[in-house]
C-alpha cells in the first residue's frame, strides 16, 4: 500500500469521528493460535481484473444474522465467531474493497501467500475468520498493496472509525433501506444517507452495511451500482442478544 494511502487514512478517519458510543461492545478473545487457513484462488469465470482504482468499499457485516443462518454455528469455520465461546460480535469488517468507476472492480491482481500467524491473530476480534481474512486479502488486498500487514491496518483503522447505531431499537420495530441508511449517518459525523448501501438477504433480513470511499479513502455519495436496496425496501433487523 503506498505511503500516501496511509497518509490519507490519517485525514479520511478524522470525517469518521464519533458523534455517539458504540451500540455493541466487541467482547473478543484472540486465540492462542489461529488455524492456518487454505490458500485463495480465482474460482472458475473470476477472472484477474486490474483497472484503475477510483474509489473504495468499507463492508460491514451483522455477525447475528451470519450466525442465524448456519446450520452448525459450532463448524470449524464459523465456531470462533458464533459459538460464542470467544465473545460476542456484533458488526465485524467484511473487507476493505478497491473500486472503479464500474461493475469491474480490481479483484485478484496478483497470487497471494497465506497470510502470517501474527497478521491473522491480530485481526481475528475485527473479522473473526482466518478463511475470510484470506480471502480478503487474495482477492481485494493485493490490489492495494504488497503487504497484507498493511492492508489490514488501513482496513482496521477505518473500521474503528465508524460508530453504529442502536441495533436493538432498530430491531424492535420495522425498518427500510432509507431507514437503516438515516440511523448510520446520524451517528457518524460526515455522512449522509447517499454514502451507505443497504444488503438484505433473500429473505429481506439486515445483512451488510457498507460505506462508500473515494479515492482518498473519504466518504463520498454512492455510486448507482453500489448502491444497494432501494430506500423503500423493507428490512427486518435481528437482535443481538444478551
Not at 8 to 16: H, M, Y
Not at 54 to 76: K, N, V
Not at 97 to 108: A, H, I, L, V
Not at 199 to 225: H, I, N
Request: net charge positive.
Amino acid at each position: 500500500m503506498s505511503d500516501s494511502i496511509l497518509r490519507w487514512l490519517s485525514i479520511a478517519t478524522l470525517a469518521l469521528m464519533p458523534i455517539a458510543a458504540q451500540a455493541q461492545s466487541l467482547a473478543c478473545t484472540a486465540p492462542e493460535r489461529v488455524p492456518v487457513p487454505r490458500l485463495e484462488q480465482p474460482k472458475r469465470g473470476e477472472p484477474v481484473r486490474r483497472p484503475p482504482i477510483t474509489g473504495y468499499l468499507l463492508s460491514m457485516s451483522w455477525s447475528p444474522q451470519h450466525c442465524a443462518g448456519l446450520r452448525d454455528p459450532r463448524g470449524m469455520r464459523d465456531r470462533f465467531q458464533c459459538s460464542g465461546e470467544n465473545g460476542r460480535f456484533g458488526w465485524i469488517l467484511h473487507g476493505l474493497w478497491p473500486e472503479s468507476d464500474t461493475r469491474n472492480y480490481p479483484q485478484w491482481c496478483r497470487p497471494a501467500k497465506i497470510v502470517p500467524q501474527p497478521v491473522l491473530k491480530k485481526h481475528m476480534c475485527m473479522t473473526p475468520s482466518a478463511q475470510l481474512l484470506q480471502h480478503e486479502w487474495a482477492k481485494h488486498g493485493t490490489c492495494m498493496s504488497r503487504d497484507p500487514a498493511s492492508y489490514f491496518r488501513a482496513a482496521g483503522r477505518l473500521f474503528r472509525a465508524v460508530r453504529f447505531p442502536d441495533m436493538n431499537a432498530l430491531a424492535a420495530k420495522p425498518q427500510s433501506a432509507e431507514s437503516i441508511r438515516r440511523a448510520f449517518a446520524s451517528a457518524n459525523r460526515g455522512v449522509s444517507e447517499s454514502m451507505i448501501a443497504v444488503s438484505t438477504d433473500r429473505e429481506g433480513w439486515l445483512s451488510e452495511v457498507r460505506l462508500c470511499l473515494g479515492p482518498r479513502m473519504r466518504p463520498q455519495r454512492c455510486k448507482a451500482f453500489q448502491a444497494g436496496a432501494k430506500g423503500e425496501t423493507a428490512v427486518r433487523v435481528r437482535a443481538m442478544l444478551d
